[in-house]
């Protein structure tokens, strides 16, 4: 199993660009979740999924669209990037029993962006 | 709304020394305690996890975590510090009425030979 996966590995945009993240996981997970870093920060949620055609909101989701149309994979979009979008994008995932004891949420590697 | 606090962005610690990594929450509900590793370049990885069964949690690579109520406080130990410790901590809250996790802002542990 590859797990979670995230494409692009590393992006540069000049502001004002768009831009597209892919999140594919292959552990049939229901949920799904995206979350930026900066420094000093830690994660903070941005949009999340708990099922295929669903979204909401997570912590800061202004300038970021999601979508969901498949189950395995969740798309994270930039209309219109501005350099305060500069971060480290993870995609995660996990089943609705995340807080049972076996369970967990997996993440992907992470994206860097940098917005110019 | 749940949240956890983390002091002390950089902690340095000798090899072979203790390692504790502070954590509190604050959560109307009772609590679901997660702290996650991550190394450099990578995504993060689960440590271990509080979920009621047992107040001491053990975890991978050595760590364990105790969770007390009195305290609200999850804080991470690990007896005996090794130069493959180096990465950074964070510390998550979550409820059961959702699946989702609020992060601390993590602790970048620098191990010193």
């Known amino acids: 199993n590859a797990g979670v996966t995230q494409t692009p590995k590393f992006r540069v945009l000049k502001t004002g660009q768009s831009m597209t993240l892919l999140c594919a996981q292959d552990m049939n997970h229901e949920y799904m979740y995206w979350y930026r870093q900066d420094p000093g920060m830690g994660l903070r949620l941005i949009h999340y999924s708990v099922g295929e055609g669903t979204t909401a909101k997570g912590e800061v989701p202004d300038g970021y669209n999601v979508s969901r149309l498949k189950k395995q994979n969740f798309l994270l979009g930039l209309e219109s990037a501005a350099p305060s979008q500069t971060s480290v994008y993870f995609c995660a995932s996990s089943s609705p029993g995340l807080f049972s004891s076996t369970d967990t949420q997996y993440f992907g590697p992470g994206t860097r962006l940098t917005v110019l | 709304a749940q949240s956890v606090t983390q002091l002390g962005s950089h902690v340095s610690v000798s090899e072979g020394a203790l390692v504790l990594l502070r954590c509190n929450y604050s959560?109307?509900?009772?609590?679901?305690l997660f702290w996650y590793v991550q190394y450099p370049n990578q995504g993060l990885q689960l440590l271990l996890k509080?979920?009621?069964?047992?107040?001491l949690v053990k975890g991978i690579n050595g760590f364990e975590a105790e969770f007390k109520k009195s305290e609200t406080s999850f804080h991470l130990t690990k007896p005996s510090a090794h130069m493959s410790d180096a990465a950074e901590y964070f510390c998550?809250?979550?409820?059961?009425?959702?699946?989702?996790?609020?992060f601390g802002k993590g602790n970048q542990v620098v191990v010193i030979p």
């Open positions: 959560s109307s509900v009772p609590p679901y």
């Open positions: 998550a809250v979550g409820s059961g009425g959702n699946n989702r996790l609020a």
């Open positions: 509080y979920t009621s069964a047992a107040t």
